[in-house]
């Protein structure tokens, strides 16, 4: 187990969860083929130009704040490229440890510019309060959450462990041998294994889990024999289950995945539990209003652009694009939920 309990975090939809959502059209329907490229072009150079003016000239930094692979370092990539055409070439930098409250650390250092953002998400969240993190995210400005990701039970291909109903027995008889395999102290891959734990009646505080920095890590841990079972986000470890190193037991969604037809969801093997990863962007604490409302508008942008919903269709990833105080709001709500999920399953 990594001493830090460092991070590993870290299907598209069309309609976008969440009252009071923002969306923005890229344009409106324009019957003629040529008429719409042109007014896209048009949008596209506004769009630049207002880019431009927010950064002043200077290069827009990306802090993921885990090590490279896993979900917050694929979404600051995938931003990188997809922000490519608006501001130029952009930097992505590592910042790990302790479910990227290292990273908040730094992050909460630096002086108010709106050149510098952050990938945060539900797993920080639950760092911060099982970690009792002196920095938080009420130090940061929310901008925008963007994408949901589910989380996957796995075991090895040749593991004995054939369905979800084999390693629920297994936990049931003796739920501290039972190792599972995941990311971070406190992040949605424990809270998964816990809430498991208490749906089956055993104590979520006894759980056997194996906390790792990255994906890579704890696929290694995996794939040696040391854990029984993994808990991952789909789109870190699809890639190892459509090679046929892992086999998938069940996933957290409420309905199957497009990109896992085969494999039935926790409720359907019946385990009440139904839980959703999600990733956001957070700025410096400080910046102006006029820079905050200029970067949600850029990263609203961004997640109508054709480009942006490729990337949810490559990657799994939901469409959850939320802005503003609707996502103030939302990230109040989530801190206030999963610190009481932490103490109900014994991890806060």
């Known amino acids: 187990m990594d001493s830090t309990g460092r991070d590993m975090d870290e299907p598209g939809a069309a309609a976008r969860p969440g009252p009071g959502r923002l969306v923005r059209s890229l344009a409106p329907f324009v019957t003629a083929a040529l008429a719409t490229v042109g007014l896209f072009a048009v949008q ?62 730094q992050y909460v250092r630096l002086p108010p510019e709106p050149t510098e953002l952050m990938v945060t998400g539900l797993i920080m969240v639950g760092a911060i309060e099982s970690n009792d993190s002196p920095v938080t995210l009420e130090q940061t400005t929310p901008l925008v959450r963007l994408t949901t990701d589910y989380e996957v039970i796995v075991v090895p291909a040749d593991s004995p462990v054939q369905t979800t109903a084999d390693l629920v027995e297994l936990m049931r008889e003796d739920i501290g041998a039972v190792s599972i395999a995941g990311g971070s102290a406190g992040g949605v891959e424990q809270i998964t294994a816990g809430l ?86 957070v700025a410096p ?14 990263l609203m942008e961004m997640a109508d652009s054709p480009q942006w919903q490729e990337t949810l269709q490559r990657r799994g990833w939901g469409d959850a694009a939320l802005a503003g105080p609707e996502f103030e709001a939302f990230l109040a709500e989530e801190t206030a939920r999963v610190g009481q999920v932490l103490d109900d399953i014994g991890l806060g």
């Open 196 to 281: 498991i734990a208490a749906d089956i009646g055993a104590d979520p505080a006894e759980v056997n889990y194996i906390a790792h920095s990255g994906g890579g890590e704890a696929l290694t841990t995996l794939l040696s024999g040391r854990a029984t079972a993994g808990v991952s986000g789909v789109s870190e470890i699809q890639a190892q289950i459509d090679a046929g190193q892992v086999r998938a037991l069940a996933v957290s969604s409420a309905e199957r995945l497009p990109g896992l037809p085969e494999v039935p969801t926790l409720l359907e093997e019946g385990v009440d539990v139904e839980l959703a990863n999600w990733r956001g962007v």
């Open 44 to 105: 596209t150079d506004g769009e630049r130009a207002q880019a431009q003016e927010l950064l002043d000239g200077r290069q827009l930094r990306l802090m993921a704040p885990a090590e490279p692979g896993g979900g917050w370092d694929q979404t600051a990539r995938e931003l990188q490229a997809a922000l490519r055409d608006r501001v130029g070439r952009a930097e992505v930098y590592n910042v790990g440890g302790a479910g990227g409250t290292i990273g908040l650390s």
């Open 285 to 298: 604490a400080g910046i102006s209003d006029e820079d905050e409302q200029a970067l949600e508008d850029l």
